[in-house]
């Protein structure tokens, strides 16, 4: 298959592709890596791996109206009534620059985490600290071991920076093949990638397993553990690789308040890791610097929002076992879930299906993976779900 590498920013000041225009993200792949290059077939469609590609949309240039926008696994609920009020209540202090305020954003997650400020770096949201960690780490070559179909973040900036992706699929029961990628290391790589549970299949690897992995193999080079969603699960904070950081590992643990605490367009995040990994990123980034003064504190405050947390969890299950049920209705078998998105097999070709949706103003993913074309959708409000499933039927019937 002969394909073509092109520079999405260029595209952008183009205003369309040459092939059709595909329009821009986040219908465009993944929106946070909108300044690395992508590789597209002869459809447009984004190859990431022989068995890994995302179908896009061939439309206009403009983003078309939805109804319901579930393409890009946000909140809708969020952020909490106190992030809210924290946000309007600092609003005027944006003017200043937020270096003592960012320490005592730390301090707080560093309590929470079980872990030292030391071992905290913040980020303008998860994306921001992975694709640092990959600039920092493969500027020089090496690869990157990581599960196929993954979260694309790092690893396309690992290898626009230099660096080679070595995937390894997944099981068949959709975990991370830790065994395989433990096998696929070599004297030239530079990091393992985890995203878990995982973006796009929304699945889980077992806890003890990986643990047991991350520990051992962190001992040979560095594991990075994409902890996004892990506030979607009731126990989510028992199953995070934190503690390792307390044992000396050599492990990067990456979470975001894009998710559970629904502040995507807010840009915080952090890390977890080893004060010396940490200070090797931050000789190329001034880590917090593109966090906003305002959203240190709405970020602070939607810590103690514990009944905003609760009530999102429980939201984003009762949809996603609404959706579940709709699904077993019309004969479709999905994959289970743990995230605020799950996917579910399309007997259609991929872009053939998401023109269809967007016609009805429904936003939603597409993929090839598994030798199958599969529909991402994110959980939105139920309202938004009983959009989605109609349109559903509209186009399979």
């Not at 092109?6 to 946070?32: C, D």
């Not at 077993?328 to 259609?348: C, K, L, N, R």
């Amino acid at each position: 298959m002969r394909t073509e590498k092109i520079n999405r920013r260029n595209w952008l000041k183009k205003g369309v592709l040459t092939a059709g225009g595909v329009i821009a993200a986040p219908y465009l792949s993944f929106a946070e890596t909108s300044r690395t290059p992508i590789t597209l077939d002869l459809n447009g469609d984004a190859i990431y791996s022989p068995f890994f590609k995302e179908y896009l949309l061939d439309t206009e240039r403009e983003f078309p109206v939805l109804s319901a926008k579930l393409n890009a696994n946000e909140n809708p609920y969020g952020p909490s009534p106190k992030a809210l009020e924290a946000l309007k209540t600092n609003a005027f202090k944006g003017n200043r620059y937020a270096w003592k305020e960012l320490f005592e954003l730390m301090d707080k997650i560093a309590e929470v985490e079980g872990v030292q400020r030391e071992n905290i770096m913040m980020g303008p949201g998860s994306s921001d600290l992975l694709e640092k960690t990959a600039v920092t780490l493969f500027m020089n070559g090496g690869n990157v071991v990581s599960a196929d179909p993954a979260y694309m973040s790092l690893i396309r900036v690992a290898e626009a920076a230099g660096g080679t992706w070595k995937a390894v699929p997944l099981k068949e029961n959709w975990s991370h093949d830790l065994k395989a990628m433990e096998a696929a290391i070599d004297k030239d790589t530079k990091l393992v990638y985890i995203c878990n549970p995982n973006n796009p299949t929304g699945t889980i690897t077992e806890y003890n397993e990986l643990l047991d992995f991350c520990s051992r193999v962190s001992e040979k080079v560095p594991v990075f553990i994409d902890e996004a969603y892990l506030g979607f699960l009731e126990d989510g904070a028992k199953k995070s690789m934190v503690s390792l950081v307390n044992e000396g590992k050599d492990v990067i643990i990456a979470r975001t308040f894009s998710k559970i605490h629904g502040m995507a367009g807010l840009r915080v995040g952090y890390a977890v890791a080893q004060k010396a990994t940490l200070d090797r990123l931050q000789k190329i980034t001034r880590a917090g610097m593109g966090i906003s003064y305002p959203s240190v504190f709405a970020a602070m405050a939607a810590m103690d929002d514990v009944e905003f947390l609760d009530q999102s969890r429980a939201l984003n299950a009762a949809c996603r076992e609404y959706v579940y049920q709709s699904l077993d209705a019309m004969g479709i078998a999905y994959v289970p879930s743990h995230t605020s998105f799950m996917i579910f097999p399309i007997e259609m070709e991929g872009k053939d299906f998401l023109q269809k949706m967007t016609d009805l103003k429904v936003g939603v993913r597409a993929f090839n993976f598994m030798g199958k074309n599969w529909c991402r959708v994110s959980m939105g409000t139920m309202e938004e779900m009983k959009i989605f499933t109609s349109a559903l039927k509209d186009v399979i019937a």
